[in-house]
Structure formats: structure tokens, C-alpha cells
């Protein structure tokens, strides 16, 4: 098994520390990992990223060559990297925030995320959205359990900001929870899509485990 992600954004958002952490997460569950990023293009407002490997075999190769999770968090990174996604048989998917514009001339299955608006709103803290993120792709990839996740979390992130880190992972957690029952988000409007996910959050009710309000 050889899973690839691709985590971009904008820079200050902390994409680079979520790869670290995903990597860190996959190594303490006895799997092989590596994580790289890209700098330079942040600094004038492009897209940036950070990428990571992890495989139960020998990891030959340490970039992503066909990801099968790509992160964007903005549009601009959403346009970059979006149409290699799927490009070799359409077994990747991309995970965007909620505030980005799909668009169908890009073929890989997309879901869209309130990744940004549950870190400003229900968190309180904007700069936790990188772990939010976290939360999502570890839910929806399952490649390193829930419970490496939380201990790489606490053994990375500033002391003091433990408790806080934590909620946003688990945050992230539930919206994965959300996102699985979510169809393609390109073939809804931006209405609809917020529609379906509290559709999806209601079903699920009475499975909540109250982690974020």
C-alpha cells in the first residue's frame, strides 16, 4: 500500500506542520512515511504545498508522483493542482474548502469542506484550520489511525495549545464523518452543498459525539 497526499494553500496557513503530523502519525502506527514541501510561491500570494508519503513497504520515491489526496484551501491552489488529479484513471480525490469555486473541468471526484469556517467559528481560532485539514484527510483516508493522529498532534504542536489542536482534529474528524456521505460536490450548486451537509449532519444526530459545537 502506497498512499500520496498533497496539502496546499496559501503560505501561513500551515500546511507544512499538517504533513509533518500525518507523516509522524503513519511512522508511530509502524508504517513508513516522508514528507516534503514546496516554498517560494507563497510569498506572492500563489500556491504552496507539502506533500507526504506513506506506504507499509520501502518508500523509493518521496514525492507525490499521482496523488490520491490533494488538500486545497484556496482557489489558487485548487487551479493548480486540481487537473492533474485524476488525470490516470480518476481514482484521486481533492478536498477544498467550502469557500472555493469548483469547477467541472476537472475531473477528479471532489468534496467540498468548511474547513476555514469551523476553524474561525466553532474553534474561535483561524490558525487551527491546518489542523482541521488534518482531521479531514485522516478521516477520509484512514491511512494512520485516530489515535497516532492525536499523540503526533500533542508531541508537535506548541505546548500550552494542546487541548486547543486536539478539538480541531477531532473537528476534522466530524467533517469527514460528514464529507463520506457527500456526493460530488462540482454537480452542486454552492447552496446545495451546504444543504447536503447538514442533511448529512442531521442524519447522523444521533451518532454525534458532541466533540465540536
Known sequence: MRVEFRLSGSGGQ?????GIVLAEAAI???KNAVQT???G???RGGASKAEVVISDEDIDYPKATDPDYLLALTAESYRTYGPAMGASGGRGLIIVDSSVTLSGDIAARTVS???LETAREKLGKRVVANIVALGVLGGLSKAASRESLEAAVKSRVPKGTEELNLGALRAGFDLADVAMTQRDARRTSAGGTAEALEDARRARKGKDDGRYR
Do not use: R, T
Not at 500551515?14 to 499538517?18: D, E, I, N, T, V
Open 41 to 43: 510561491p507563497e510569498a
Open 14 to 18: 500551515g500546511l507544512l506542520l499538517a
Open 28 to 30: 508511530l502506527d509502524d
Open 113 to 115: 469542506v468548511p474547513i
Open 37 to 39: 514541501q514546496s516554498y
